[in-house]
């Protein structure tokens, strides 16, 4: 059985794309980027943002401050570990928001607590009460997660999670850190949780869930269907290893078996697609195809005997309507006499929020666009949109190149480049192609040294006058970088998305 209570209940929705999910290795953003899918998280409809780790650098630091001050709708929640100055850290980040949430965990296993911490029990419990208290002196809002939860012996866990209650933690988050837990394993812990704790009645259990054995969203539903009250997640399930739970998959399958779940969410399902397709676009990590809920293929029915089937009545094959979870029934196609007014409205349609100056740039470069190719597709829009989210201050821009090349001939290239007032002039006789040679005389130019990990180009569209996406992925220092841009001219994206990933570098390292 399901649940007990007549009427649905609320399902908090936490999303940690831009804590957890950025933790993917090459994923991190830049400040304009978070700005970006913060706004389009509350427009989605998540409760709580956990917009980073405030202590972690300046960059995060200055991440969770700026979406705290400016962005309204969801609470902002900011993660600490249980000490003085990560607190202090987090509540100053946290200053301006309309409603804060301080996140403080400290790890509770037996493998933690011995050689990660070196801490007794005892200890233990002292420190989370002390974290939660020190946090509830800067919000009332404080959530407490006893790190590697799921690898915790049951009866300290109900110990700790009772003490961090009367300390003030009004909800407590049980993590499945090394996505160890099995659905029915998870289930008990929340169970027994809620028969053992005395006092948990005055806090929401929340599930958090890693997917290392593939079961993260299954193990998210178990502890919703035992009664936990908040569901950790990120879009797209995005995170380090295998993901986190994803939050499109969790929240389609509490909506289209509430019949069993009776548990509701605050999500606009019809806006999961277009931020689906922001954060990979902004994180450069690719969708799988047959990923469930947002995945190009998630809807497409191939099998004759099932097309038969759809035709006579949806509903045979169907358990879900693709227009649902926002894919849109046909790609809207703008053209040169297309307005601002438009284009705005195109551009809100997939994810992005485009305004004021943004705007008037965006629609320039849509003009453009407009008179080299007749038709301009939604992914048109998306690329000319995420350049300009993409752009960073002070950054290298490509002011002309110039490359000769042919069989047996060793390239030649003439590039130059300009940053601000300063400008960079290098000519070389190098590499194995044309491409080759530009992306050598950019790290000549800009002094950054890489290595390529991964090129692709694809066309962004139909047609002959198609645009090209060119995507890298450099290594710099043991750390990965991605670049991206689109032009008409193949040649062109790969010099813009090369000097992307260096400009991306040479940002994150200035923090
Ligand atoms: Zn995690």
Same mark, same amino acid.
């Given at each position: ?17 831009? !804590? ?26 998540? $409760?709580? *943002?956990?917009?980073?780790?405030? *202590? ?24 600490? !570990?249980?000490?003085?100055? $990560? ?38 419990? !002292? ?126 399958? +509490? ?55 759809? +035709? ?191 400009? !991306? ?7």
């Amino acid at each position: 059985m399901a649940n007990t209570d007549n009427a649905s209940r609320h399902v908090v929705i936490f999303d940690t794309t831009l !804590r957890d999910g950025e933790q993917s290795p090459g994923a991190s953003m830049n400040l304009a980027e978070k700005m970006e899918i913060a706004q389009s998280l509350v427009d989605l409809g998540v $409760d709580v *943002i956990e917009a980073g780790f405030p *202590i972690a650098s300046p960059g995060d630091f200055e991440a969770v401050r700026s979406i705290a001050r400016n962005i309204r709708g969801s609470v902002i929640c900011g993660l600490a !570990r249980c000490r003085t100055a $990560d607190i202090d850290r987090a509540g100053e980040a946290l200053k301006d928001a309309q409603r804060g949430r301080i996140h403080v965990f400290l790890a509770t296993s037996p493998i933690h607590r011995e050689f990660k911490l070196k801490m007794s029990k005892e200890e233990i419990i !002292r420190q989370a009460v002390a974290g939660v208290k020190q946090a509830r002196t800067y919000c009332d809002d404080v959530e407490y997660s006893p790190e590697d939860a799921t690898r915790t012996e049951l009866d300290f866990l109900c110990q700790v999670v009772e003490a961090t209650i009367d300390a003030g933690a009004s909800t407590i988050n049980i993590p499945d850190t090394v996505g160890y837990a099995t659905p029915s394993h998870m289930a008990e812990v929340i169970r027994t949780l809620r028969e053992r704790v005395s006092n948990i009645d005055r806090a929401v259990l929340s599930i958090h869930c890693h997917n290392d054995l593939g079961m993260a969203v299954a193990n998210s539903l178990a502890a919703v269907e035992a009664g936990a009250g908040q569901v950790e997640c990120t879009i797209n399930g995005l995170g380090e290893r295998a993901g986190n739970c994803s939050l499109e998959e969790v929240v389609m399958a +509490l909506r289209t078996r509430n019949d069993y779940y009776q548990a509701e969410t605050r999500i606009n399902t019809r806006r999961l697609v277009p931020v689906s397709r922001l954060v990979s676009n902004i994180t450069g990590i690719q969708v799988q195809r047959n990923k469930a809920i947002v995945g190009q293929n998630a809807f497409a029915h191939e099998a004759g005997i099932h097309q038969d089937g759809m +035709l006579k009545e949806r509903t045979t094959y169907e358990i879900m309507r693709p227009e649902d979870v926002g894919f849109s029934m046909s790609d809207l196609v703008l053209g040169k006499h297309s307005g601002r007014a438009a284009l705005a409205d195109r551009a809100k349609a997939l994810g992005y929020t485009v305004t004021g100056e943004q705007l008037d740039t965006v629609f320039e470069q849509f003009k453009i666009l407009a008179d080299k190719k007749k038709a301009i597709y939604d992914a048109d829009i998306a690329a000319l949109v995420e350049q300009q989210i993409h752009a960073v201050a002070e950054q290298w821009a490509v002011d002309s190149y110039q490359v000769t090349c042919g069989t047996g001939q060793i390239p030649e290239v003439t590039l130059r480049l300009r940053r601000g007032d300063e400008k960079q002039e290098v000519h070389l006789s190098c590499g194995d192609g044309p491409i080759d040679a530009i992306f050598l005389a950019i790290e000549q130019a800009t002094g950054v040294e890489v290595t390529c990990r991964d090129f692709s180009v694809h066309s962004v569209t139909v047609g002959k006058d198609a645009q090209g996406e060119v995507l890298v992925q450099v290594d710099h220092n043991g750390q990965l970088y991605r670049g991206r841009a689109v032009s008409t001219d193949s040649v062109e994206a790969s010099a813009k998305a090369f000097l992307n990933a260096i400009n !991306r570098i040479v940002s994150l390292s200035n923090k």
